[in-house]
Nanobody
Framework: QVQLVESGGGLVQPGGSLRLSCAAS????????MGWYRRAQGKQRELVAT???????NYAFSVKGRFTISRDNAKSTVYLQMNGLKPEDTAVYYC???????????????WGQGTQVTVSS
């Protein structure tokens, strides 16, 4: 059993900041890439940011320079620091992890349940 649990969402005013966390737990051998995605109401899910096992990062153009993804491998946790938030950042944010559960085992992608971020005055 593998679980990804997000936290840190909430209501913030435009220009404000939030820090999302996502902790992976359960029977895990190794975590490769981790990422954050979001789905705004009425829209498709979109990539926000990803980070590889070697900490190489990739960002959506819309968040580049405002959001920072990082990870703590010892804690199996990925973070998303969001600064300069805009109303258009309002969405449910989901984390995922590409991982293997046993030595030399297959890789699978697991998803968290999502956390709501609302940017409004």
């Amino acid at each position: 059993q593998v679980q990804l649990v997000e936290s840190g969402g909430g209501l913030v005013q435009p220009g404000g900041s939030l820090r999302l966390s996502c902790a992976a737990s359960g029977s895990i051998f190794s975590i490769y890439a981790m990422g954050w995605y979001r789905r705004a109401q009425g829209k498709q899910r979109e990539l926000v940011a990803t980070i590889t096992g070697g900490s190489l990062t990739n960002y959506a153009f819309s968040v580049k320079g405002r959001f920072t993804i990082s990870r703590d491998n010892a804690k199996s946790t990925v973070y998303l620091q969001m600064n300069g938030l805009k109303p258009e950042d309002t969405a449910v944010y989901y984390c995922n992890a590409d991982l293997s559960r046993v030595v030399a085992g297959p890789r699978s992608v697991y998803w968290g349940q999502g956390t709501q971020v609302t940017v409004s005055s």
